[in-house]
């Protein structure tokens, strides 16, 4: 019998090794590295070796020779998905989803399984057929070309997909398949692998294209190898915090678009409900006005996002004052809070600050900066800011208020929502002359404290 080949991998970051060894060279993490059998490569194609097309080798094109035509996009009938995608499945390509357990993933796909005009097989190696049902009833129930089945191995996966001749393929999860031609068990290294190379053989082959679903890692990464990563065209993201409602989907790396774009849903008991409006649901619309509050013009990826920031600013109870922040980075709050003291005069070192971005999304745009200065200074004077303002500057280390990015898209969208003032900074350049919302230009923070309280 022939010797059975094994390497060693690093189960965190896939790195190859001859032999073990306690901590992995590339991405020094310890105790990852297992073996695993791995296989001669000739084997690896989707289809039986017997079956195998001989393939014409490929020449060289002028690059105004190559007819682009045949990449026509497939719609997928969900605008938010269409839109993060570049504008719909391109034949041919590997889309990988990724997201933590619970988020959606499933939910996400089989919906869109169901709305697909095509012919679709989505094949599950998660759920039994029954359970798919009961979702797919509770999302759509009236779809008749979209196509079940429970398998786990590859070949078997081929064999059916062979005789149906589907015109996408979807596969929940790519850790729960297992190839024959690998010893290793499902979810391995190697496994991961080799089921992905023959998916990417047989979408490449046929034009046809396969959208997987991963499992991400405990820090946030897709599990198995780096590579994998590497290996497909599209790679997404689905996230959102399991509590709230609200789940976005972005694509971390896009070979036919931008990965900019960025689609928002809602989970509801019926399934993901596209957002096209998200600024909208994410302002409270109450009728009083409350101490604390201000919204700010953010943008996530391309679209201006308008979101409400509370803070509560309160006399300390114990001797280390509390600072705590919920969807926004609290070493960028301590920072704010300096600043605030420094340049403006305000005593707020023996004060609890507490700081939330409503709707359970966390934002990184330092647009927001503005926003939590005045819902601070809001909540400790007690006095309410004016509810049809919002905020869209930088705030800089010497309270100078600086410039932020696509400012003319963030008024507009606040034009849109109704908002009666915009405080901006002095530096933008805004040749706008939009004419139901007031422009108020700032250049320092002691300008705000003047406007506001
Ligand atoms: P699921 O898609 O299975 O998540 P994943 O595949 O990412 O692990 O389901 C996520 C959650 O969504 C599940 O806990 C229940 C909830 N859910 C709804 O709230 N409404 C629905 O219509 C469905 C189908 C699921
Ligand atoms: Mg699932």
Redesign the pocket.
Known sequence: MAKVKTTFFCQSCGAQYAKWQGQCNSCKAWNTIVEEVIQTPEKNDWKTPSSSAVKQSSKPLLINEIDASKEARLDTFDEEFNRVLGGGIVPGSLTLLG??????????LLQVALKLPYKTLYVSGEESQKQIKM?AE??NPNNSNCYILTETKTQNIFKQIEALQPDIVIV?SIQTLHSDYIESSSGSISQIKECTTELIKFAKETSTPVVL?GHITKDGHIAGPKILEHMVDTVLQ?EGDRNHVFRILRANKNRFGSTNELGIYE?????LREVSNPSEILISKKDEELSGNAVAATLEGMRPLMIEVQALVSTAVYGTPQRSATGFNAKRLNMLLAVLEKRAGFRLGAKDVFLNITGGITVDDPAIDLAVVAAILSSNEDESLAKDFCFAAEVGLSGEIRPVQRVEQRIQEAEKLGFSTIFVSKYNKITLKPKAIKIQLISKIEDLVDLIV
């Open positions: 997201g933590e357990p619970g988020i959606g993933k499933s939910t996400l979702r509770r999302i929940d679903i689905f989970m509801q008991g019926s399934g």
